[in-house]
């Protein structure tokens, strides 16, 4: 919790799901001490996640902003606006991303192509760069990229998004080791299902589809992967938790779910 104090933590993608919890996290596990800089499409819901958070813990100053990750042109001019206190970044979760559809390679639609190309892998490239000369400045920060079991092993019918999330993967690996010299850590958190509105995106607002996918198992949640967030990135400034590949217990592949 100490290590957390007065660090300043720019999430991506925090209207709902991981990035909402592990904003909410980092109150939590720091006792209100941080400052949060939140974007999402979503403002209203990001309003209503900083109410939440100024409720239990006045003194978090929040910052939060409507940004299409998407739009990569006002990416720099965000940072360089942002308030004074909100400035100097420490903690960079690039956690928005998305999977769009189910089909197979020869029908996938153009827009879902590149919805997931431009949010899960060109977003994360252009909020990376972008942050970098400040890290590389205070010769210090954390960079997280939220991967998948998609970034690990493929299946059908996810091609484009298991390809962005091995992409991910070895982004992170590159960055990493460019960054050997340096007290900059880059992290990757791999999830397996986590029951958010990702699967309600995939099968676009198809409910029924949507719950099958963790229907008979003990899902992770949000919360369970905003933990871990939080504790890769308060670990000793010696320790850098590389990759953490995270399932729920019924769950040990892309395929493998026991469904009670
Ligand atoms: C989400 C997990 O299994 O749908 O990244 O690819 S999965």
């Keep these: 919790a100490e290590r957390l104090a007065n660090k300043t933590i720019l999430i991506t993608g925090a209207s709902a799901g991981i990035g909402q919890a592990t904003a ?21 819901k990001l ?9 239990d813990y006045p003194e978090t100053k929040v910052h939060i902003e409507r940004l299409d990750v998407t739009e990569t042109e006002k990416i720099r001019p965000f940072l360089e606006n942002l308030p004074e206190d909100f400035k100097d970044i420490d903690i960079l979760i690039n956690n928005a991303g998305k999977a769009l559809g189910s089909d197979k390679v020869g ?9 997931m190309i431009q949010t899960d892998v060109v977003a994360l490239i252009n909020f990376t760069q972008a942050i970098l000369p400040l890290f590389k400045k205070k010769n210090s920060g954390d960079i997280v990229n939220l991967g998948s ?31 050997v010299d340096t007290k900059i850590r880059v992290l990757e958190v791999a999830p397996g299902n986590v029951e958010t509105e990702f699967s309600l995106v ?50 040990a592949s892309p395929y493998h779910i026991y469904r009670g």
């Design 149 to 179: 079991v998609a970034g690990r092993e493929a299946y059908p019918t996810g091609s484009i998004y298991c390809g962005c999330k091995h992409f991910v993967r070895a982004f992170t690996q590159s960055l990493r080791k460019e960054l």
């Design 107 to 115: 029908n996938i639609n153009i827009e879902d192509i590149e919805g």
């Design 202 to 251: 995939r099968y676009k607002g198809d409910a029924d589809r949507a719950k099958k996918v963790y229907e008979g198992t003990v899902p992770l949640f949000a919360d369970d992967i905003a933990d871990l967030i939080v504790y890769t990135t308060s670990r000793k400034q010696n320790t850098v938790i590389a990759e953490t590949l995270v399932f729920a217990s019924n769950q």
């Design 24 to 44: 909410l996290e980092y109150c939590a596990a720091s006792n209100g001490k941080v400052k949060l800089v939140l974007l999402a499409r979503r403002l209203e």
């Design 47 to 55: 309003q209503e996640l900083k109410n939440t958070i100024i409720k």
